[in-house]
T-cell receptor
Framework: ETGVTQSPTHLIKTRGQQVTLRCSSQSGHNTVSWYQQALGQGPQFIFQYYREEENGRGNFPPRFSGLQFPNYSSELNVNALELDDSALYLC??????????FGPGTRLTVT | QKEVEQNSGPLSVPEGAIASLNCTYSDRGSQSFFWYRQYSGKSPELIMSIYSNGDKEDGRFTAQLNKASQYVSLLIRDSQPSDSATYLCAVSIMDSSYKLIFGSGTRLLVRP
């Protein structure tokens, strides 16, 4: 166990809806990175939060947004859901520049 | 386009054999290299990290890095059926985020 938690475990949404995914980082870690993993692919970097600010972003549209709170937990928000957003969403906890440890993930299905 | 390439497999080895997993990367600015293990339906689990050329051993696992050839490998000695999983190679580039770039993974099957 990494000590990183995510909620919910599974989620089913309809195209066009909005979703919020949550992540609590491992104790002592100050950085949270979010990844999207489509079936049969490696995780793809969405963005990272450090000291409550976005600290790097991958090739994802602005409808993917996030927050980090003072206790270093984080949220990923996705607006205007599309079918292709169906994936496993992973958050990874770390100290900045150090090894990243993943939570169990949230499986999102968009119908 | 920064890329990490892995053979998708499956790589099938008998129990007790050495499994050799390989990975190449395109960005010479890559600084840190990681191997994650992912069981079906689960999240990736960090099993090895390597930062400098050469070998790094941890139990049955050995990571090998050759920056000149842009090549990373993972050797699993005395393979067990419980090692059957997808192994993801990840590379970190020294930008502000140290984001990880992943390969698509190699599926390993250890036959009893």
């Amino acid at each position: 166990e990494t000590g990183v938690t995510q909620s919910p475990t599974h989620l089913i949404k309809t195209r066009g809806q909005q979703v919020t995914l949550r992540c609590s980082s491992q104790s002592g870690h100050n950085t949270v990175s979010w990844y999207q993993q489509a079936l049969g692919q490696g995780p793809q970097f969405i963005f990272q939060y450090y000291r409550e600010e976005e600290n790097g972003r991958g090739n994802f549209p602005p409808r993917f947004s996030g927050l980090q709170f003072p206790n270093y937990s984080s949220e990923l928000n996705v607006n205007a859901l599309e079918l292709d957003d169906s994936a496993l969403y992973l958050c990874a906890s770390s100290l900045v520049g150090s090894e990243q440890y993943f939570g169990p993930g949230t499986r999102l299905t968009v119908t | 386009q920064k890329e990490v390439e892995q053979n998708s497999g499956p790589l099938s080895v008998p129990e007790g054999a050495i499994a050799s997993l390989n990975c190449t990367y395109s960005d010479r600015g890559s600084q840190s290299f990681f191997w994650y293990r992912q069981y079906s339906g689960k999240s990736p689990e960090l099993i090895m990290s390597i930062y400098s050329n050469g070998d790094k051993e941890d139990g049955r696992f050995t990571a090998q890095l050759n920056k000149a050839s842009q090549y990373v490998s993972l050797l699993i000695r005395d393979s067990q059926p419980s090692d059957s999983a997808t192994y993801l190679c990840a590379v970190s580039i020294m930008d502000s985020s140290y984001k990880l770039i992943f390969g698509s993974g190699t599926r390993l099957l250890v036959r009893p």
